[in-house]
């Protein structure tokens, strides 16, 4: 009598790993509705500028285009990037309305992503250009605000989006095992 090995049935899906974490949720809204802003301000400009009429609006944004000069002239990376961001905001509002759903958790993955390299890409074209928008700030010996005005409110934008990665990423890494999909040995051993 010849036995038969049985396959181990693989685990059973967490209810949770098919929903977005509360937190996760929140930073997606408050990352909508700044990435809306935002682009409004640079795709409007030069009326939303310094010295246009709807500079009122966007204080903060005026007072950061001191800094960074992407911001309060007309160029051409800033403005696709806008563009990229309101076709992010669809996506994140997309998944936003399906958040209990685990196609909104696939979808808040992807996009996340995007957010996390396009923001990785605006500070690597920043630094491959010499500093070219920011420069002038550490030319006047404004290093402090340099650093708290140009760089430190960016890096959140790196911080958070990379820690979404990582908790959706493995959110869907458990229901793919779960599910019976196989696995990458490296992806098993990152997570």
Known sequence: MTQTAVPA???????RDLRMPVWV????????????????????????????????FW???VFYSTFDHRYG??????????????????????????TRKWSGVVVGLIVTVA?????VIYFLVEASSGLEMTRQSL??????????????????WIVFPLA??????RQVYRVGRAAGIAV????????
């Open 59 to 61: 204080p903060g944004h």
């Open 164 to 169: 979404v990665v990582i908790v959706l990423g």
């Open 9 to 15: 049935a693989p685990p059973a899906v967490d209810p």
């Open 139 to 156: 030319e006047r010996g404004d290093l402090v605000g340099f650093l708290m005005v140009a760089v430190l409110p960016n890096l959140f």
């Open 25 to 56: 949720v929140v930073w997606l809204t408050v990352s909508a509705v700044i990435q809306t802003y935002d682009a409004c301000y640079v795709l409007l400009g030069p009326l939303s500028h310094a010295g246009g009429p709807l500079a009122g």
């Open 184 to 191: 990458p040995p490296a992806a098993r051993d990152a997570a």
């Open 73 to 98: 002239q007309f160029d051409a990376f800033g403005s696709a990037q806008s563009w990229a961001n309101l076709v992010e905001v669809v996506f994140i509002v997309w998944a936003l309305f399906h």
């Open 115 to 119: 957010t996390f390299w396009k923001t």
